[in-house]
């Protein structure tokens, strides 16, 4: 990819994130659980659970789309082999780069900027423009491009693995989470944990854009709300409840990331969120 890349170094104080659901379950654990006891964030091939399309199989898109970009190389690769996908903070949002995919996210270290691939728009949309960190033209592409919210992001493939005590700087969680279970799972990972202001979304405001996604994604969010209000932590015991099918808590999801997103979460962020 690095003969496709052309323009300016990458500012190396951006960083990749990885925005993910801290309270899904994950070969039978609770996420958080299962990333301790891998010592490593897993790609979809090695889960088989993602937050965008469940594509990585034989013939499935995500498997085709990785030949395409990567000229092959990874075609016979084991799955922990193959790269994990994030989203490069250049916005520098509370939030993460691509809360289109979690609440939550992993701050990844400087030194895996030099073993990342970039390309733009996301890898489902057959991109043509690419980027390493010595010549990254991607950020001003994005800048200048009109995207929904949710879709401005410029995708990341880290190589080489995620190993959490090497190249995680920070866990940043929805404040939603403090005092539960997922804030006990997270502070016994093996980096700190921060904070974002989190999402909030009312009834009301939910059905006043109920065309974003579809009607019916706007009642299931009404139905699930507590006490009138919806939040990633809502999302996430609907989702364990087995009551819904995820496909349509992922869109009520988007619903919540697109309008009840907190302040920082634009683009005229500069905090990366308090700490512990």
Known sequence: MAGRAYGPPLDPGVRVTLNFHPDRVSGGLPLLEALARDGAYHSQFVTGTSNGGLTAHPG????????????????????????????LDFRRQVVGAAPRFGSAH????RPVLARTTFC?????????????????????????DEQDALNDYVECHVHGGVRLDRDVEALVLDAGY??????????RLPFPLTWHPGYRLTVPQLRRHADYRGPRYADLGARIAEHGLLTPRVIGDAARSGRHAPQDLKMVWHT???FGAPEGAGTACRSAGDRR
């Open 60 to 87: 499935g898109d995500r498997r085709r789309w990785e030949s395409r970009i990567f000229g092959g190389s990874y075609d016979d690769a084991d799955p922990a082999e193959r790269p994990v996908y994030g989203a």
């Open 106 to 109: 992993l701050r990844l270290s």
């Open 120 to 144: 733009y728009p996301d890898s489902a949309a057959e991109p043509a423009h690419f980027g390493v960190a010595a010549a990254m033209p991607l950020v001003a592409l994005a800048e200048a």
């Open 178 to 187: 403090r005092g539960t279970p997922v804030e006990a799972a997270a502070r």
């Open 256 to 258: 919540l990331a697109r």
